[in-house]
């Protein structure tokens, strides 16, 4: 398989090709079908080629496709580069938004977002859009991630080792707000130490967190992340690449980039059944969309960042 397009989202020329095989037709055939030459549906099933909104209509009609999943893979080809952005203070650079869409559409179909320092979400992807769709409307002014992966009206309910992942979280915030000394983020430490889910680990120190500990999960390189969504048990790996300089070096004499601060966080998949589940061009969750709505007007994010 040649190397695939960078603009391409790397997911939908896999899931025609997919179909094709399903019903058992070469290339050839379903090429003088659709009415593309055989190079050009070749370089689609390969992900060179991005198919934009019409021609992936046309190769669904010529699969006989039913007129449902025409909708979800003309829905997907549609979605494949849509991004959500707040606002960020400062705004970023004209030149550097271009490569960090690329960066986020070139995820899909795997969730993944940019934030700032203090963990504000600064974009999203089609993906984690779904995934974070019922998070409640007060959570999202800012979009602090931390916040709405502990909250109970955010993320919450919905993973099945909360008790680990908010072990995990709320270690490297104290960690980072001690090695930083950002004010920012020991005022973030205490909205999440508020929250009813916290405050009642803090109290009973369940009997699961203390196995956490002793187990040495809490020191594990890959922490995985269960979240269960709609009858399915997502399982992600999350890993941070940060652009601009980490929190121990904040004080240092190297000079602040553009990307000072930015980072891309990624939810990789953990295993078979959710890299199958996220292909799906039929992905959706209840309510998927409904609390984001239009983008907060006035929202301040940081343009500086930790690292992880």
Known sequence: MGMRSFEND???????????????????????????????????????QKPDAETVLRIARALGLPPSHRQ?????????????????????????????????????????????????????????EILMGDVAAH????????????????????????????CHVIRMLRRWSAISGDSRLRELEASIDGLPSVQDAESTKSAEEAEFFESGQAD?????????????????????????ERPGILCSDLPSGPLSGIALE????????????LGSPDLAFPDAGSAF????????HDNERKTS
Not at 26 to 32: C, G, H, I, P, R
Not at 293 to 300: A, F, L, N, R
């Open 266 to 277: 990624s939810f990789l998949p953990a295993n078979t059944e959710t890299r199958v589940l």
């Open 139 to 166: 959570l999202l002014a800012p979009a602090n991630f931390l916040r709405i992966i502990l909250h109970p009206d955010g993320l919450a309910p919905h993973l099945t080792n909360l008790a680990q992942v908010r």
């Open 293 to 300: 709505g239009p983008t907060p007007s006035g929202q301040q």
């Open 10 to 48: 790397g997911v939908l020329g896999l899931l025609l090709r997919d179909l094709r095989r399903q019903k058992s037709l070469s290339k050839q055939a379903l090429a003088e079908r659709a009415g593309f030459s055989l190079n050009q549906l070749s370089r689609i099933e390969t992900c060179e």
């Open 72 to 128: 979800q893979l003309v829905d997907r080809a549609t979605a494949a580069g849509r991004l959500r952005w707040y606002d960020s203070t400062p705004p970023l650079p004209d030149d550097i938004r271009p490569v960090l869409e690329k960066l986020l559409t070139g995820h899909e179909p795997y969730p993944a977002m940019v934030t700032d320092s203090c963990w504000n979400i600064v974009a999203l992807n089609h993906t984690m």
């Open 220 to 244: 594990r390189l890959l922490l995985p992340i269960e979240m269960h969504r709609d009858g399915h048990l997502l399982t992600f790996f999350h890993i941070v690449t940060s652009f601009g």
